[in-house]
């Protein structure tokens, strides 16, 4: 059976759709249908359905489309093993990063990129709610995703941890907590702040904090865009909870950020991979950089 074939077969079981499976490997549908059915001819056996209106494996795709994972994964350990033997792994790998990881991460792993040779990392920003960051993980080499708790790894998916991060509270300098060393939620009540939008994670820590403190909150704006947070704490317009190694960097001199003791929270920052990729050592070298990254930043 076509190798190629074997991996159409395994994409349409995890995408579930002819149309996405086109999308992804940019062919038409038509094409994409034409492959299948020449898969299904070699195999012997029907490996599709239709129920409904859509299409569906049957119970010998399924079990076929498991085994494309496997030889894919197989391969990829494989080519990952030869370029070991020549000490030198080459090719493309493709990024998906949150926003704030991407300003993070992305210069000094770019740097590192260009400093070793013989790879070429192609980035793009995603920002979507966090079970939408597994679902990227098909379209990429490697997802950049961050979450309040840390997912665990599965047949299908592999997770790195990288960091964890902590939330601080930002403050205008000119705020009258600027010059404490921590603050404590007490410290808080009556403060206006810029919040995130309902249903983020850190929506939830904030209502958690204050639900202890027998106080309402004032949220008077809320962005899922923690730039334009920052922007109108530094012009005094609220507080907000914010990211400790990403935060205020456009505004030094005009933030401060602050821990928050007995409220104390963090985000998990990791990285998200498909099985078959993982093994390509082009992939590993840069999974070893953003890892390298990662301690310079919690050094500094």
């Not at 966090?130 to 708790?149: E, K, N, T």
């Not at 509270?169 to 009556?190: E, F, N, Q």
């Not at 958690?208 to 317009?237: C, H, W, Y």
């Not at 205020?248 to 007995?262: T, W």
Request: proline share 5%; net charge negative.
């Amino acid at each position: 059976m076509d190798i190629v074939r074997l991996n159409l077969l395994s994409e349409f079981d995890e995408r579930g759709s002819i149309t996405e499976v086109a999308r992804a490997t940019r062919q038409t549908v038509s094409g994409v249908s034409q492959q299948l059915r020449r898969l299904e001819a070699e195999a012997g056996l029907p490996l599709t359905e239709k129920v409904g209106r859509g299409l569906v494996l049957t119970d010998a795709g399924r079990a076929l489309a498991k085994t494309a994972r496997q030889m894919a994964v197989a391969m990829a350990r494989a080519e990952a093993e030869w370029d070991s033997f020549r000490n030198t792994p080459t090719g493309s790998v493709t990024l998906a990063t949150f926003p704030t990881g991407g300003q993070m991460f992305l210069p000094g792993l770019l740097d590192r990129v260009e400093a070793a040779g013989g790879l070429t990392l192609h980035c793009s920003d995603r920002d979507p709610h966090s079970d939408g960051f597994l679902l990227l993980a098909a379209d990429f080499d490697i997802v950049l995703a961050h979450a309040m708790q840390l997912p665990r790894s599965s047949p299908s998916i592999i997770v790195v941890p990288v960091m964890v991060e902590p939330l601080d509270i930002a403050l205008a300098s000119t705020h009258r907590l600027a010059d404490r060393d921590y603050l404590v939620p007490h410290d808080l009540i009556g403060e206006r702040w810029i919040g995130n939008p309902w249903g983020y994670p850190f929506e939830s820590w904030l209502n958690s904090v204050f639900a202890t403190q027998g106080a309402p909150i004032n949220v008077v704006q809320r962005f899922a865009d923690t730039r334009i947070s920052e922007a109108l704490v530094a012009a005094g317009k609220g507080i907000a909870g914010l990211p400790r190694y990403t935060a205020a960097e456009s505004y030094r001199g005009r933030i401060v950020l602050k821990p928050l003791r007995g409220g104390e929270t963090h985000r998990h920052i990791f990285i998200l991979m498909r099985p078959d990729r993982a093994e390509r050592l082009a992939v590993r070298r840069i999974v070893s950089f953003i890892l390298d990254e990662a301690q310079t930043i919690s050094d500094d």
